[in-house]
């Protein structure tokens, strides 16, 4: 799976101050308030690219607590899931990737995040509710036949590895059903 760090730097209206006139004391405050979530996701880069994925998370967090617009925050919740699936932190990875479930439907990293989430519990030896997670993917108009196959794949596997052999033939069945040579 691709992961990526966001920054709240690529997003030009939320930073600066935009305007003639000089800042009045709550205009200040927003400013500052914009750049300490600025800075936030920064360092959290900063770390993250170190291999410092606890610090990372702790900066992530930072902006996560604040008030910050929308898109910022989905980019927060985001990225401290992926380093507490990196720290093996799997109850905390998967509490920011539910989060971010429930508040971004609509994010184009959704599908992804469903994705980080089943693997955060098979590597959690939690087999069914990977499971689980992945039907939930196959519900989902925006994934691929391609990804569709991956999926029956990995359930198939799991039901293999449980010894299912009726479950694993059922999802290796409808993965041939899908493949583009059928």
């Known amino acids: 799976f691709a992961t990526r760090v966001v920054l709240a730097m690529d997003r030009d209206p939320f930073l600066g101050h935009h305007g003639g006139s000089e800042p009045?004391?709550?205009t200040e405050k927003v400013r500052q308030q914009r750049m300490e979530v600025d800075a936030a996701m920064r360092l959290g880069a900063i770390y993250f690219?170190?291999?410092?994925?606890?610090e990372a998370a702790r900066?992530?967090?930072?902006?996560?607590?604040r008030e910050a617009p929308a898109e910022v925050r989905a980019d927060a919740i985001y990225?401290?899931?992926?380093?507490?699936?990196?720290?093996?932190?799997?109850?905390?990875?998967?509490?920011?990737?539910?989060?971010?479930?429930?508040?971004?439907?609509?994010?184009?990293?959704?599908t992804d995040v469903l994705l980080q989430m089943a693997s955060i519990h098979m590597a959690a030896g939690r087999p069914l509710k990977g499971?689980?997670?992945?039907?939930?993917l196959l519900d989902r108009a925006d994934v691929s036949d391609a990804q569709k196959i991956e999926i029956y794949a990995q359930i198939g596997?799991?039901?293999?590895?449980?010894e299912d052999k009726g479950k694993a033939v059922e999802s290796y069945s409808k993965l041939l059903a899908l493949s583009p040579l059928n």
């Open 24 to 26: 009045g004391p709550e």
């Open 49 to 54: 690219n170190q291999g410092k994925f606890a």
């Open 59 to 65: 900066s992530f967090g930072f902006v996560v607590q």
């Open 79 to 110: 990225n401290a899931g992926i380093c507490f699936k990196k720290e093996s932190s799997h109850d905390e990875a998967l509490k920011n990737f539910g989060l971010f479930t429930a508040s971004f439907e609509q994010d184009p990293r959704h």
């Open 131 to 136: 499971i689980e997670t992945y039907r939930k």
């Open 157 to 162: 596997d799991t039901y293999k590895s449980m």
